[in-house]
Structure formats: structure tokens, C-alpha cells
């Protein structure tokens, strides 16, 4: 074996490592006992009270309170380190922000998506927790790590987007564009502010959405560029959003244009829970 060739193999050994530590951070926030997985049901409030057999309490959202519960006499809720009975007011709460309140073992996740309040009950006990095996995925492959640049538009854009829901909207900020080449082809996707400074996050859908991964959309990452606007695209860590998996989630769509001409066969795939294969 050459040195050129035990490089190689040391690089592939540390690129695969690395992927699987991704796999591993993802299943776990995945099956958290209050992770997307623990969901029992997306309850979208109004200025009705409203009982949900999966969590205590009568719920309304009205114009000059937002949300509120009233629990019963034999019922109670933890909320910012103390314990509430009878009336309480939650407020008007920011859209995609939110609060949360225990009952139990039970996180209640008071939010607003869309511009509709919703409680969403999270019971560690599940079934579709309880019996997660797993995400198929495509093997991970280092072609699939590309070299990618970012456009910035002359001004962030707002960008309104479908839901997994229908009829829902969310609007995002859009600092600008990602481009890469692919198969001889430069490809652009619109790309939203990430989950820290600088980062980037883009929504894409691609010719094996429906076939082998799951047709709504998927997402990907992206590190910040560098002071020229270079960055990475590695679509190995395109990942499904939870709409893959449950019904109870608001997830966004892809913006018009980030549809791939292309088989991205990288990446999660069609979940289990919704009819994929294991791999």
C-alpha cells in the first residue's frame, strides 16, 4: 500500500467517522424523551375553551390575552419553576417562539406557528418514540461534498413559504443564494438565515423526493462562507425535518426554484414511519 493510498483511507475513515457522529446527534435529539417523536397532537387554539385528551387543562387563545388554560381543581402545570392552578394567562406569544410547561412527565409546548397559537402535548411514552429503530440513510460518500459559494442578495429578502399543514404560511428571512456544481451543471437554492451567526439553512426538494426520500422537502446545514463566499455543500447530511415523521409538525417547504434537476442520493431517507425501506 502506497502512503498516498493509506492517506486516502485515513481521510475516507475520518470522513465516514464524522458523519456517523452527525447520524448519532441527530437520532438522539430525534428520540429525546420531549423530542419531536414524544408529539401526541397538534391542537390549534381559538377563542372557544377547548379540553385535549392528551393534556390537562381547557385552552383558548383570545385577541387581548393569547393564550390561556383554566385547569380543573384536581389539575396542575409547572411553568418557570413554579407550580400554577386554576386561570393562567401565557400571553401573546412571538411567531416560532414559544414556551413550554410540564405536567408530570409531560412537556406542553405552548407556541405560535403561522400565526395561529398551538398546543403541542409531548408524552415521553409514545409509540412512535418508543419504537424508533432507526433513519435509513445513503451510504456516505465524499462526491457528495461540494465546493459551493454563496450570492448575497443586495438586500436579506423576506420569503414566504407553504407548510406541511395546509393553508399554513411561514415567512423567513433570506440573506441570499447558495450555488454549486453538480454533473456539469451550476445549481442555485435561495438560502435562509441559519441556526447561528453567519450559517446558512436551505430547503430543497430533488428528483428522489418521493421516491426514495420524503416528498415535502429536506434541509441542510450550511457552515458560514469564508470572507470570499466560499463554502461546503455536503448534501450527506441532508436531513428530513420532522413533518417526515409525524403529522403534528408545521415544518416549511421549500421556496419556489429549490427543486434539483437531480437525484440527490445522499442524505436521510424516506423514514420508516412513513414507508421508507431500512437500508
Same mark, same amino acid.
Given at each position: 500500500?502506497?502512503?498516498?493510498?493509506?492517506?486516502?483511507?485515513?481521510?475516507?475513515?475520518?470522513?465516514?467517522?464524522?458523519?456517523?457522529?452527525?447520524?448519532?446527534?441527530?437520532?438522539?435529539?430525534?428520540?429525546?424523551?420531549?423530542?419531536?417523536?414524544?408529539?401526541?397532537?397538534?391542537?390549534?387554539?381559538?377563542?372557544?375553551?377547548?379540553?385535549?385528551?392528551?393534556?390537562?387543562?381547557?385552552?383558548?387563545?383570545?385577541?387581548?390575552?393569547?393564550?390561556?388554560?383554566?385547569?380543573?381543581?384536581?389539575?396542575? $402545570?409547572?411553568?418557570?419553576?413554579?407550580?400554577?392552578?386554576?386561570?393562567?394567562?401565557?400571553?401573546?406569544?412571538?411567531?416560532?417562539?414559544?414556551?413550554?410547561?410540564?405536567?408530570?412527565?409531560?412537556?406542553?409546548?405552548?407556541?405560535?406557528?403561522?400565526?395561529?397559537?398551538?398546543?403541542?402535548?409531548?408524552?415521553?411514552?409514545?409509540?412512535?418514540?418508543?419504537?424508533?429503530?432507526?433513519?435509513?440513510?445513503?451510504?456516505?460518500?465524499?462526491?457528495?461534498?461540494?465546493?459551493?459559494?454563496?450570492?448575497?442578495?443586495?438586500?436579506?429578502?423576506?420569503?414566504?413559504?407553504? &407548510? &406541511?399543514?395546509?393553508?399554513?404560511?411561514?415567512?423567513?428571512?433570506?440573506?441570499?443564494?447558495?450555488?454549486?456544481?453538480?454533473?456539469?451543471?451550476?445549481?442555485?437554492?435561495?438560502?435562509?438565515?441559519?441556526?447561528?451567526?453567519?450559517?446558512? $439553512?436551505?430547503?430543497?426538494?430533488?428528483?428522489?423526493?418521493?421516491?426514495?426520500?420524503?416528498?415535502?422537502?429536506?434541509? $441542510?446545514?450550511?457552515?458560514?462562507?469564508?470572507?470570499?463566499?466560499?463554502?461546503?455543500?455536503?448534501?450527506?447530511?441532508?436531513?428530513?425535518?420532522?413533518?417526515?415523521?409525524?403529522?403534528?409538525?408545521?415544518?416549511?417547504?421549500?421556496?419556489?426554484?429549490?427543486?434539483?434537476?437531480? &437525484?440527490?442520493?445522499?442524505?436521510?431517507?424516506?423514514?420508516?414511519?412513513?414507508?421508507?425501506?431500512?437500508?
Amino acid at each position: 500500500m502506497t502512503t498516498t493510498e493509506t492517506a486516502f483511507d485515513a481521510d475516507r475513515a475520518a470522513f465516514e467517522a464524522a458523519w456517523r457522529r452527525w447520524r448519532e446527534q441527530r437520532d438522539a435529539a430525534l428520540t429525546a424523551p420531549h423530542g419531536f417523536l414524544a408529539v401526541t397532537g397538534l391542537h390549534w387554539l381559538g377563542q372557544d375553551p377547548e379540553r385535549f385528551e392528551d393534556a390537562p387543562g381547557t385552552w383558548s387563545s383570545t385577541e387581548h390575552e393569547g393564550v390561556v388554560v383554566e385547569l380543573a381543581d384536581d389539575e396542575k $402545570l409547572t411553568f418557570e419553576g413554579r407550580t400554577i392552578v386554576g386561570r393562567h394567562v401565557f400571553g401573546h406569544l412571538p411567531e416560532r417562539g414559544g414556551v413550554t410547561a410540564e405536567a408530570g412527565d409531560t412537556v406542553l409546548e405552548i407556541a405560535k406557528r403561522g400565526g395561529h397559537d398551538i398546543l403541542r402535548p409531548r408524552h415521553p411514552d409514545h409509540p412512535l418514540r418508543t419504537g424508533y429503530t432507526g433513519t435509513p440513510t445513503y451510504a456516505p460518500d465524499p462526491a457528495w461534498v461540494l465546493r459551493g459559494r454563496f450570492v448575497p442578495f443586495d438586500e436579506p429578502r423576506s420569503v414566504t413559504v407553504g &407548510a &406541511a399543514v395546509p393553508g399554513l404560511e411561514h415567512v423567513y428571512q433570506a440573506p441570499g443564494a447558495v450555488e454549486f456544481e453538480r454533473d456539469g451543471r451550476t445549481h442555485r437554492l435561495t438560502a435562509f438565515n441559519g441556526g447561528r451567526p453567519d450559517a446558512l $439553512l436551505v430547503l430543497f426538494t430533488d428528483a428522489t423526493s418521493g421516491v426514495t426520500t420524503y416528498a415535502a422537502s429536506r434541509s $441542510l446545514a450550511i457552515d458560514p462562507p469564508d470572507a470570499d463566499g466560499r463554502l461546503t455543500v455536503d448534501l450527506n447530511r441532508a436531513a428530513n425535518l420532522p413533518c417526515a415523521y409525524t403529522d403534528h409538525a408545521t415544518c416549511p417547504l421549500p421556496p419556489a426554484g429549490n427543486r434539483l434537476p437531480i &437525484a440527490v442520493e445522499a442524505g436521510e431517507r424516506l423514514p420508516l414511519e412513513r414507508g421508507g425501506t431500512p437500508d
